[in-house]
């Protein structure tokens, strides 16, 4: 079946660390592969995304590429801010969007 | 893109009564999904709401709990029936964009109850 797995947490960081948060996934095909953040008292957002194999998804000095050969989806970001401090979730989703997987969610607190 | 909002934004209820939570989207949109999100944990997918039909529940939901409605392509409510402090969760609106497969969110709804 269809499953993300994602490091789990919490990580807790130094400002302008560098951040790699691991995504695994498992599923047959190309599924479009997404990071979502949820900061603390909201919703979650669309962070980044890649549709593709090889594809590169980048916002706000985060990156992730699809990487069919080993199906991971890591995240990473060569400098990170307190603001960054959130809670980052890994998913993947089939048919549009209308069946979405997501995984445990990795919380990062990023300390001065 | 969608803009999604929900109400109430957060609400203390005491054991034994039920809350409705209004989802509303800024465009029409074939299906609306409720999530739920326990503390700490990750997103649990509750139904799929479709416009002039039964909602599709699953595994481990079931409608005379988490009863949802949906009368228009830009409009539904979850209400969460007779509240155990286990419901304390919270509870999040989303509706998918088919074309990018991009789900978004409203800014969820965070129950406690008592």
């Known amino acids: 079946g269809n499953s993300v797995t994602q490091m789990e947490g919490p990580v807790t960081l130094s400002e302008e660390a560098f951040l790699t948060i691991n995504c695994t996934y498992t599923a047959t095909g190309y599924p479009s592969l997404f990071w979502y953040v949820q900061y603390p008292g909201e919703g979650l957002q669309l962070l980044l995304k890649?549709?593709?194999?090889?594809d590169k998804g980048s916002n706000k000095g985060f990156e992730a590429t699809y990487r069919k050969e080993t199906t991971s989806f890591h995240l990473e970001k060569g400098s990170v801010q307190v603001s960054d401090s959130a809670v980052y979730f890994c998913?993947?989703?089939?048919?549009?969007?209308?069946?979405?997987?997501f995984g445990t969610g990795t919380s990062l607190t990023v300390i001065p | 893109s969608a803009v999604i909002s929900q109400k109430p934004s957060r609400d203390i209820c005491q054991r034994g009564t039920s809350l409705t939570i209004q989802c509303q989207v800024d465009s029409q949109v074939t299906m609306m999904f409720w999530y739920r999100q326990q503390p700490g944990q990750s997103l649990t997918l509750i139904a799929t709401a479709n416009q002039g039909s039964e909602a599709t529940y699953e595994s481990g939901f079931v409608i005379d709990k988490f009863p949802i409605s949906r009368p228009n392509l830009t409009f539904s409510t979850l209400t969460v029936s007779n509240m155990s402090p286990e419901d304390s969760s919270i509870y999040l609106c989303?509706?998918?964009?088919?074309?990018?497969?991009?789900?978004?969110f409203g800014e969820g709804s965070r129950l406690t109850v008592l």
């Open positions: 989303s509706v998918a964009d088919r074309n990018t497969g991009e789900l978004f």
């Open positions: 890649a549709t593709k194999a090889d």
């Open positions: 998913a993947l989703s089939w048919a549009n969007g209308n069946q979405f997987y």
